[in-house]
């Protein structure tokens, strides 16, 4: 019979990702509603000194694939690894984060393990021993509570920014194991010649912990510099909405909502941007909402939990003025 819970560990460069302690202090959750043990897996190249840490936030035991072809992500080669962890020990639960990689990896795990997968859920419970995975559907206006029938493993990736991360506990050490698992070269198809990087430095806005995003209120590419300058005051990324990314004054990474981003900062600032149902799909399970618009009736202040009735143009500088003599 399938038991324990798994997370599947995210890192860049040899580093943890925020996600990974999100989606480890709610695997701890779910293994103790279930009386079951959680296990991480975490793959990369000379990464298992970052193994035991992951003990203080949760995880009983942590299978380290170690291996230079695992350094980068690639599709083929986790799901060739992760595939043979599972069938070997057969898990109850298997969680990843709903990032760019953790989507990719679990519809293809999902088909090699033939099992079904609940993408981008927001919340999980367990319900006779069985997970149930909470998410989002009709652009936010509705969450299903899917239930997953006679398939095993139940596999779920979570919203980043939406689970609490547990307080780490520096007494709890993981049990760290090298996994077994034979990766044969034929059977990669893909191979990472080089990683460009974002040369902005900036922070995804999948993964910002402050966004302060513009709309067609902005007026035109050229007003993008007074959001710039409190994204820099406050330590956010600068998002759009899809106006603003039509118009050709945002590139289209920037653009949040239902055919953009989803994103769920701690703080969301929207300038000139009303608040159409595909924008609030992208950012409204964000925890704070602030509005700047200058129309009182814009949909955005339904859903904001603080709003400013003004013009941008006065309101913006005056507040990075302000939080720049707070900070
Ligand atoms: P507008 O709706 O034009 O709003 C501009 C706002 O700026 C107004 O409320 C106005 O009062 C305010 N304003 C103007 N000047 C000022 C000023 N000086 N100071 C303060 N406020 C000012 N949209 C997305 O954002 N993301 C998506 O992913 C997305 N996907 C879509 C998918 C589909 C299938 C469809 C049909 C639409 C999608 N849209 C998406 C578009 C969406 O319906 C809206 O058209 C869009 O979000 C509107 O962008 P906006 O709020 O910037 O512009």
Redo the contacts with the bound molecule.
Sequence with gaps: MAQGVWTIAEQRDGEIRKITYEIVSEGRRLADALGQPLTVVLLGKGIKDKAAALGQYGADRVLVADDPRLETYTTDAYTAVIAQLAKAEDPAILLMGASVQGKDLASRLAARLDAAVAQDCTAFAVEGGNLVAIRPIYAGKAYAHVTYEESWPQMATARPNVMSVNEPDASKTAEVLDAQFQLDDGELKTKVAEVIKDASGKVDLTEADKIVSG???M?GPENYGILEELAQVIGASVGA????VDAGWRPHAD??????KVVSPNLYIA?????????L??MGTSKVIVA????AD?P?FQKADYGVV????DVVPALTEEIKKIL
Excluded: E, P, W
């Excluded at 909405?241 to 603003?244: C, L």
């Excluded at 003004?310 to 143009?313: A, C, H, Q, S, T």
């Design positions: 709309g067609r209120g007026k909405s899809r106006s603003a653009q949040v909502g239902q055919t953009g300038c000139g941007i009303s608040g159409a149902i595909q924008h799909a992208g700047i618009n200058k129309d814009a955005i003004g013009d941008l143009f």
